[in-house]
């Protein structure tokens, strides 16, 4: 069964498309484990740091830069998803055994087939990881009040919940949430009132260490990388506006960020769907049952009290995306699926409200199984999306040579094991925002715009200059290509390579 999962989601993650988040932290995994440059201090970077690790020590023992950095986010949400079910599998123990399977396999089938997680699950971006180490963190504390406040399971954690904090920023307003369930009375509590939330701090701050490490490297670096560029991409936004069509323009402002949840993510059927489960099971249920409290009421509230947070990640980079809201869904699921188990007593509510969960996940999954049709395409790896953008890679290296390729695609010439200029390891993102820093700003952060091209490339030029992908902002690349010789070479996969003149 969790092999069949993994297959599903494995062969749906190898034929999405190519997002441009994705260049960023493949590029930062790729500097790290070629060169050993670290993010902030040797280039810009505008995420937390620790997914770069992780990419580096995963592209050691691989040239396959996408298939393994996709490979590791499936299996974050594979993990996620194997957690819930085995949560669900325990929470309905003692139940008839076709009941406690419909449960626990239904929990994975809601989640599989939710527009969010089929979105934003698989790519190579901070979102899967980030999920699964909060959702290790919430049954760790729940697991430290089954056992009277164990100190042990209330360290791991705020462990889990610093190492996910250094891999997505949005993580961390959850540290509030989570200090307050630590005063949560226990029925004999191993330690006092006080220690409790000590202890979960200090488990914060030892997760953390690793980015306090690059903040003392590079201070100002560090806050620009996850402080200052939200403003200056904001201000992008803004002044050059959106394509025709884009959903995202309304999605600028508070109000404009919830007309857009409104609008786009709880259109979506699987979408509205989770929501009315949610509003039933997790918040009228539970209302109508307060004189009765049940055995997992630390595990709802603290479920409950998680949304509110994860909302406040979800709205603070502006403009809003759809897989912003992707970590709501398992937090969702879970407080449905404790309010169901304090359920387990009430015979007349259960028999209903297991019939209205039936249908929410029958509908579910007519609506969402669509998504994993590609599963075929796991006997034909040679037509998974990242081993074509690996052959584009070697179809690179091969008209280049040992020469560093620009681009503000990073992903492709490191897929061929070619040098990529530290200053574009964004891909996109430093280069669109360049003109708007302030020049000084500009040069303590390592962020080229146009106007300081021509004298970067003047100590080394380019072998190639690869374009194809973000339009007009790559055209100062086409005019330096144009003025120095370079030749034109469309690619296989629609990209053109500007090749040298010494290459040729």
């Known amino acids: 069964m969790f092999a069949v999962l993994f297959a599903l989601l494995l062969g749906a993650n190898m034929q999405k498309s190519l997002d441009h988040d994705e260049h960023q932290f493949i590029a930062g995994g790729a500097l790290l484990a070629q060169k050993g ?14 997914l770069a690790f992780a990419y580096a020590a995963i592209f050691k023992i691989t040239a396959y830069r996408l298939l393994a950095a996709r490979v590791f986010s499936t299996a974050c949400a594979w993990l996620m998803l194997i957690a819930i079910l085995l949560l669900a599998w325990r929470l309905f123990r003692g139940r008839h055994l076709l009941l406690r399977s419909l449960l626990s396999l239904g929990s994975a089938g809601l989640i599989l087939t939710n527009p969010l997680f089929v979105y934003t ?25 089954k056992q009277n406040g164990c ?10 919940l610093g190492l996910a904090t250094g891999v997505r920023l949005s993580a961390a307003p959850l540290a509030l949430p989570f200090l307050l369930m630590t005063l949560w009375p226990a029925p004999k509590p191993r330690s006092g009132t006080l220690r409790r939330p000590m202890t979960f701090g200090l488990g914060l701050l030892v997760g953390l260490l690793p980015a306090a490490f690059l903040f003392v490297l590079a201070p100002r670096q560090f806050l620009f990388g996850n402080l200052g560029y939200p403003h200056y991409n904001t201000l992008y936004r803004q002044q050059v506006g959106f394509v025709a069509g884009d959903v995202s323009v309304i999605a600028m402002s508070i109000g404009g960020k919830l007309r857009y949840l409104a609008r786009y993510v709880f259109s979506s059927p699987g979408n509205l ?15 109508t049952d307060l004189h009765r409290p049940g055995p ?17 990640g979800s709205f603070a980079p502006t403009p809003a995306f759809f897989q912003y809201f992707y970590a709501l869904v398992p937090f969702a699921l879970l407080s449905i699926l404790y ?3 304090d359920l387990r007593e009430r015979k007349a ?44 890679g070697r179809e690179i290296a091969e008209m280049v040579g040992a020469e560093p390729v620009l681009t503000l695609s990073p992903i492709f010439p490191l897929e061929g094991q070619v040098d990529i200029y530290p200053e574009f390891a964004t891909g996109v993102f430093a280069w669109r925002v360049a003109p708007l820093v302030p020049y000084d700003t500009r040069r303590e952060m390592g962020i080229i715009s146009p106007t300081e091209l021509t004298d970067l490339l003047a100590s080394k030029p380019p072998g190639g200059i690869l ?38």
């Open 37 to 50: 440059l670290l993010p902030y201090k040797d280039y810009a970077y505008f995420h937390m740091p620790y």
């Open 121 to 145: 699950s698989g790519k190579a971006w901070n979102h899967d990881a980030t999920v699964l180490l909060i959702l290790l963190a919430f049954l760790a504390s729940g697991r430290s009040v």
């Open 151 to 160: 100190p042990k399971w209330l360290f791991l954690s705020g462990l889990l």
């Open 273 to 287: 769907l989770l929501l009315l489960a949610f509003v039933f099971f997790a918040l009228y249920m539970p209302l």
């Open 296 to 312: 997992y009421r630390f595990e709802l509230t603290l479920s409950l009290l998680l949304i509110p947070f994860l909302l406040i």
């Open 339 to 341: 309010a169901m188990a």
């Open 349 to 392: 509510k259960q028999n209903w409200s297991l019939a209205l969960w039936v249908l929410i996940l029958t509908l579910s999954c007519a609506y969402g199984i669509k998504a994993y049709e590609s599963i075929h395409t796991l006997f034909t790896p040679d037509d998974w999306l990242p081993m074509q953008v690996h052959r584009s």
């Open 467 to 504: 374009v194809g992908d973000e339009g007009g902002l790559e055209q100062p690349f086409v005019d330096y290509a144009e003025q120095n010789g370079y030749e034109a070479r469309p690619l296989d996969d629609g990209h053109t390579l500007w090749v040298a003149p010494l290459q040729r």
